[in-house]
């Protein structure tokens, strides 16, 4: 799979977002914390492990598994079956009562019954082999469902998420996650942990599924229920693109490099304020960074980023200064006949501001 080389991250104008950008940080959430109730916590449904795995998984021995067969071919002894039957009410809690269930024995009114006198007394037959046959199977899918609840609670829940998408661009993605267009978006390079070590959201129609031979037969199975749980989504989230980036604690911040932040884009509603607090702290700590204004583009339900170099106060001062500066010495002081001949793509008020700081320096220096 090709991963993007860009990854983008919607954000709301607030102390968080602003400390967390002040200090290289992204956020891992717990799952929990999304608003999308189905995310991570979607069911999975689970194809269960091939009588071949389920025999060579759960018995240890090749003496055992033939036992085991024996009794499937209906050929097991009184002993052979007793051997088996001492075995499996070892392995699972949950075949002895199976069995007993499929025997249709009374186990009633607190009724106990003695799995070794049971063993002591077997009677064998066609129904005793198809209930160890029946409850053994039925056992085995309830201790891997169990084992996949304990791993989904100990390893998966526990995870941490970071959320990115590959649009900048993206109307609704503006509109609910950068604060109806008053946020911003922030660009990293996908060559810098953490995000070189991204997964791409699967979107799906249909919940997912584990396949339990992947998970019980090759150690690195694990993977396939962080994919089912962590990177599964419903198809109607699709337009997001969405690739997330996973750590081994949740609810903490991680710092990356300064040169992985490669680009901010204003929302088009931003304030000129909060534009210049975000402006001033990317440009003292990323000199590589560059700054896009989003803009809505004419005739069209789309907006488009436009470059735009920022200046500080002061250096707007200085660049301002020089080209009025020889109308202020001919004692020209009417902010509108000053502010004619400069181009620099600011409003109004704010360049009036400017030329007024200036006058009053001018004045100081007298």
């Given at each position: ?6 990854l ?32 991570t916590?979607h ?15 759960f ?23 007793a ?48 209930a ?25 829940y526990?995870?941490g ?30 060559e ?51 690739w ?10 991680f ?112």
């Amino acid at each position: 799979m090709t991963k993007p080389k860009k990854l983008y991250k919607y954000q709301s104008f607030s102390q968080y977002s602003l400390r967390n950008l002040k200090n290289n940080h992204i956020y891992f959430n717990h799952p929990e914390d999304f608003n999308d109730p189905f995310d991570t916590f979607h069911e999975v449904s689970i194809k269960p492990l091939s009588k071949e795995a389920a025999k060579k998984l759960f018995f240890g021995k090749e003496a055992e598994r033939q036992l085991f067969e024996k009794i499937e071919e209906k050929s097991a002894n009184n002993k052979e079956i007793a051997q088996i039957l001492t075995l499996l009410f070892q392995l699972f809690k949950t075949f002895e009562i199976k069995l007993f269930q499929n025997l249709n024995v009374d186990l009633s009114k607190g009724k106990k019954y003695d799995s070794q006198e049971f063993i002591n007394n077997i009677e064998v037959n066609s129904a005793l082999y198809d209930a160890i046959i029946e409850s053994f199977y039925s056992s085995l899918n309830i201790t891997i469902e169990n084992s996949l609840k304990l791993i989904r609670e100990q390893k998966v829940y526990s995870k941490g998420i970071s959320c990115f998408s590959t649009e900048f661009d993206s109307m609704l993605m503006w509109a609910y996650y950068a604060d109806g267009h008053k946020g911003f978006c922030l660009e990293f390079n996908t060559e810098y942990e953490p995000f070189s070590k991204m997964h791409k959201v699967k979107y799906k129609r249909e919940l997912p599924s584990i396949d339990a031979n992947q998970i019980f037969t090759d150690f690195s199975g694990n993977i396939e229920i962080v994919e089912a749980y962590l990177l599964s989504k419903y198809e109607g989230w699709s337009h997001e693109n969405e690739w997330r980036v996973l750590h081994d604690k949740n609810r903490i911040a991680f710092g990356y490099k300064p040169n992985a932040l490669t680009g901010v884009y204003f929302g088009s509603k931003m304030s000129l304020t909060d534009f210049e607090i975000i402006a001033v702290i990317i440009k003292s700590q990323h000199s590589n960074c560059k700054f896009y204004q989003m803009e809505k583009a004419p005739g069209q339900f789309k907006i488009t980023p436009k470059e735009i170099t920022y200046s500080t106060f002061e250096e707007a001062k200085k660049m301002i200064l020089n080209d009025i500066k020889p109308n202020i010495e001919r004692g020209i002081t009417d902010l509108e006949e000053l502010i004619k001949d400069i181009k620099i793509p600011i409003s109004k008020s704010h360049l009036i501001t400017l030329i007024e700081a200036i006058i009053d320096d001018l004045k100081m220096k007298k």
